[in-house]
């Protein structure tokens, strides 16, 4: 397998777990309506103070909101590195391979090939940053909205 295939494979999976971040943020205010709803009907029953059940809800549903928060860069940072080094390994191909050739005749194709690893690796580190602001924006929102929400429980 080309070490370009190999970039872009590395580059496809940083930026599924990315999406895997969005998944997850979206996740999260459906589970907190199950979850109010339970600590509600959980207070009634046992007696306890409605307000520590809210907020025992809302540090869940902000712990669960943030938790995903470092994935996209960290995504973003393994794809970039991956394709630095498989270019890097393309260049070393080239230059134990050239022998008493110019660089310009034997290498130029190798080179190209080495920039567009470098090309692939950094699209998918693109990706990684544009559904880490995605998700950042999701998540704000979402924290606004089960915010509301707690607030009128």
């Known amino acids: 397998m080309s070490l370009f295939f190999v970039a872009v494979l590395a580059a496809l999976a940083c930026v599924a777990c990315s999406i895997e971040r969005v998944r997850k943020v979206l996740a999260v205010a459906p589970a907190v309506e199950i979850e109010l709803a339970e600590a509600l009907r959980e207070a009634e029953a046992t007696g306890l103070d409605r307000d520590v059940a809210i907020d025992q809800v809302a540090f869940e549903a902000d712990f669960a909101l943030s938790r995903w928060k470092p994935v996209p ?81």
């Open 73 to 153: 860069r960290m995504a973003a940072r393994i794809s970039s590195s991956c394709g630095f080094l498989l270019a890097a390994a393309q260049l070393r191909e080239i230059l134990a391979n050239l022998g008493d050739q110019p660089l310009t005749e034997a290498g130029e194709p190798l080179v190209i090939g080495a920039l567009q690893i470098v090309a692939a690796a950094l699209a998918g580190t693109s990706l990684c940053l544009a559904l880490g602001r995605e998700a950042e924006r999701a998540r704000r929102l979402e924290a606004e909205h089960i915010d509301s929400r707690l607030r009128a429980a």
